[in-house]
């Protein structure tokens, strides 16, 4: 499964992002999938992930009552809402997929990986 991701930016503290996912030749319906990010000198770290059909939604504590995730498998795209962003979010985000997993908070738990979009959010 080849995944791209899109969305991101440069934005001001306080300010919004969304986040895109998806993937060609690839229905992304039976996946579930989720957003890792990495800031510049640290580990990755889990975002959020959802099952395949969309009904069950986990998040990190870093960005809990802050971002929203959402997959809509008619437009085979996973979505990643971010608002409030603060300069603690500025990092490259990352869209994973796994046929299995669907809250592991381990990186090399998901079996696929996007390129990644750079989010900067300064003060």
């Known amino acids: 499964v080849q995944l791209q991701a899109s969305g991101g930016g440069s934005v001001q503290d306080g300010g919004s992002l969304r986040l895109s996912c998806t993937a060609s030749?690839?229905?992304?319906?039976?996946?579930?999938m989720g957003w890792f990010r990495q800031a510049p000198g640290k580990e990755r770290e889990y975002v959020t992930s959802v099952t395949w059909a969309g009904d069950l939604k986990y998040y990190g504590n870093s960005v809990k009552g802050r971002f929203s995730v959402s997959k809509d498998n008619a437009k085979n795209t996973l979505y990643l809402q971010m608002n409030p962003l603060k300069p603690e979010d500025t990092a490259v985000y990352y869209c994973?997929?796994?046929?299995?997993?669907?809250?592991?908070?381990?990186?090399?738990?998901?079996?696929?990986w996007g390129q990644g979009t750079l989010v900067t959010v300064s003060s």
């Open positions: 030749r690839r229905s992304l319906n039976n996946y579930h």
């Open positions: 994973v997929a796994d046929e299995y997993v669907y809250s592991d908070t381990r990186p090399d738990r998901w079996d696929y």
